[in-house]
């Protein structure tokens, strides 16, 4: 081997190694908290339209096998019941990462858009300054949804409850913007991450950034969101509670995990 291949080789191995130690440094520092614990609901407060802050109607949330399920059995019909379990501290700048999968079947009475279908809420108000009646905390909704077993049904959408963002220099007033990532069937478990740096989001899954955008904000012609406004709460959102849905379709959470980023 010459001189020349010899050195080419030794430059290679050493930029191996250096992605390899890289790599092995960057595990080493990241940090994950663990949200679920896979044991019990410590950690999280549940709030169900209609009943107060804490009444967990028909065990709706539970855990089972290790797993975090939202559960529908004793349910007759859904009645409108949308619920949210809200981890007990706000967050500004982290990556989030869930994993889910829906399972079984839609209880009576469950809308139709809501089939296969929950969400993350980030950014979002306390579950203490909800109404008995409010159905959604006002956030940032990361729509998670299930495809029906034919066609296109993206998840990690954005779905703004209460707020509007920025996209590309212009407000985004619309409820639901469809993200760009594959449709997911069946009862696969999917990864989605949501990293959150100050005022700019994105949505990944599976590895891919499906979605971003920035400038979240409370909605000044939502009455909710003017309550909070005029109650304190800044218009521009930096941070806020996190919550899992639930929507009426049955769905499991096997992780729950946080990497707080620098402010």
């Not at 500004?92 to 089939?115: I, M």
């Not at 296969?116 to 956030?139: D, L, T």
């Not at 989605?192 to 950034?209: C, D, F, P, Q, Y």
Request: charged share 25%; proline share 4%; with cysteine.
């Amino acid at each position: 081997m010459t001189s020349v291949r010899i050195a080419a080789a030794s430059l290679v191995s050493l930029l191996i190694a250096a992605t390899c130690l890289a790599a092995e440094d960057q595990g080493k520092q990241e940090k994950w908290i663990q949200l679920f614990n896979g044991k019990d609901l410590t950690g999280w407060k549940v709030k169900i339209c209609g009943h107060e802050l804490g009444d967990n109607f028909g065990n709706t949330f539970r855990v089972e096998d290790g797993l975090l399920k939202v559960c529908y059995d004793a349910y007759e019909k859904f009645g409108g019941k949308f619920g949210h379990i809200f981890y007990d501290k706000p967050f500004s700048n982290y990556r989030l990462r869930v994993e889910y999968r829906f399972v079984g079947k839609q209880v009576p009475g469950g809308p139709g858009w809501a089939r296969r279908n929950s969400g993350i809420m980030i950014h979002g108000q306390s579950p203490e300054s909800m109404g008995k009646n409010q159905k959604f905390p006002a956030s940032i909704e990361v729509q998670l949804l299930g495809g029906s077993g034919s066609g296109k049904r993206p998840t990690a959408n954005l779905c703004t409850p209460g707020t509007n963002v920025v996209m590309d220099g212009k407000l985004v007033t619309r409820h639901v913007t469809n993200s760009t990532s594959k449709t997911y069937h069946g009862e696969q478990w999917v990864t989605v991450e949501v990293e959150a740096r100050g005022n700019s989001i994105k949505h990944v899954v599976e590895g891919e950034t499906v979605l971003a955008y920035t400038d979240p904000q409370l909605d000044e012609k939502d009455g909710g969101a003017r309550k909070l406004m005029e109650a304190g709460q800044k218009k521009m959102l930096t941070g806020g509670s996190i919550s899992l849905q639930s929507e009426s379709h049955p769905v499991e959470f096997r992780k729950v995990e946080m990497l707080k980023l620098p402010d």
